[in-house]
């Protein structure tokens, strides 16, 4: 018997956007965070995961159903931010920017939600340095914990390239952050020192 | 002093064997530089490991609903404008080829008026004959209708009542709003 997901991806390649309107429902949160990480607000971040989703929807009888779905949609997304990173000729930051995150089932207090900010700012800042493509292979990296091999076949890049891409980004974010961030740099460094000791 | 090796095990993610490790840590005690980078890579690994996936605000696939038929509306329009655009360019050319070929005629304007006349005399007649025929289908028609049962008249009543009802079923088909999933 076919799974869910199966019978909607068929039913969509038939032109079915009610079909389609479930796939979406199940994959807008990895999309609409791909699309966050990488372009750094969430007024672009809904824009693109929802060209990302209509651009699937349009080429959905291109799909080869041998693929994971989820990795075609982000490569779709990867692409797309990667195109208007390109495109952007000035930084947009949005210091009021603060969409719905996942971790509270409680409310969170005023304390937990400047921590949540301020971090979403920190991460925003190291991603922000990188090259498009390497900030693409860090987020596909750290957030969605997948194989070398699907994020090469998601950028379209070989295995090689894309493990020393990664070694470039994260000695770049290292710098970066040792240059922000001095005083804690050299007390984790004392830290060191003292537990080495 | 030389960074090489150790800064490529700072930034591996497989684990060091107990040689290479003991090699590293040597090299961390002496280089400022290496111990910076370490320190710095572990806090970001940190954060991007706590930082969750961030999730769009409610009713993202209703947002994209609208999208789409927004697109669809679009796609129609122009579609329509490419059509209608079309006809113009196909009039305009039909018109200058028919100023084209009436140039020569131009020429004797009155030998072109009564030769107008002269082609409008057959339609006259066609019209007599329309006419003519229109009464004779009202004849028809009336002498079938008297030759026409009881039993005759529901039947047709009712293929017309059904007819309508499939042509106002397929209308609001047409023409509601689609379904939304919420």
């Known amino acids: 018997m076919q799974d869910p997901e199966t019978s909607w991806i068929l039913q ?45 929807y349009h080429s959905i009888r291109r799909y080869d159903r041998n693929r994971s779905f989820g990795t075609w949609l982000l490569s779709i997304a990867a692409h797309y931010s990667i195109d208007q990173l390109r495109r952007r000729r000035y930084p947009i930051v949005s210091l009021d920017d603060l969409p719905v995150s996942d971790i509270p089932e409680k409310a969170p207090g005023i304390e937990d ?10 991460i925003r800042a190291l991603l922000d340095i990188l090259d498009p493509v390497d900030r693409a292979v860090v987020v596909l990296y750290y957030w969605y914990d997948l194989p070398y091999d699907e994020i090469s076949e998601i950028l379209s890049l070989t295995i090689s390239a894309l493990k020393s891409r990664l070694h470039r980004a994260r000695r770049a974010m290292a710098a970066e952050w040792g240059n922000k961030n001095p005083e804690i740099a050299q007390q984790e460094r004392m830290q060191h020192e003292t537990s080495t000791i | 002093m030389k960074h090489q090796p150790f800064e490529n095990w700072i930034f591996s993610d497989q684990p060091l064997d107990p040689t290479d490790q003991q090699a590293l840590d040597d090299h961390l005690k002496s280089c400022e530089s290496c111990q910076g980078l370490q320190s710095s890579w572990n806090r970001i690994r940190g954060e991007f490991t ?31 404008f490419v059509f209608l655009g079309f006809n113009i360019g196909a009039v305009v050319m039909i018109v200058l080829l028919m100023a084209l070929l009436s140039t020569p005629m131009l020429r004797a304007p009155n030998l072109v008026f009564w030769a107008s006349i002269y082609r409008l005399l057959p339609i006259a007649q066609v019209w007599d004959i329309l006419q003519d025929l229109s009464i004779a289908l009202i004849i028809l028609f009336e002498g079938s209708w008297s030759v026409l049962s009881l039993l005759w008249f529901f039947p047709i009543l009712g293929s017309i009542f059904a007819l309508s009802v499939f042509w106002f079923t397929s209308l609001r088909r047409l023409t509601s709003i689609r379904k939304v999933i919420e």
């Open chain 1, 12 to 56: 969509a390649q038939q032109g079915n956007s009610d079909a389609f309107a479930y796939l979406v429902e199940k994959y807008q949160r990895p999309v609409f965070n791909l699309c966050y990480r990488m372009l750094g607000n969430s007024e672009d971040a809904e824009d693109a995961a929802q060209e990302t989703f209509l651009r699937s």
């Open chain 2, 50 to 80: 706590a930082s969750p996936m961030i999730k769009p605000t409610a009713g993202f696939t209703k947002r994209w609903e609208l999208h789409l038929e927004e697109q669809r509306r679009q796609i129609r329009h122009r579609q329509s």
């Open chain 1, 113 to 122: 939600r400047l921590s949540d900010k301020e971090t979403r700012e920190r």
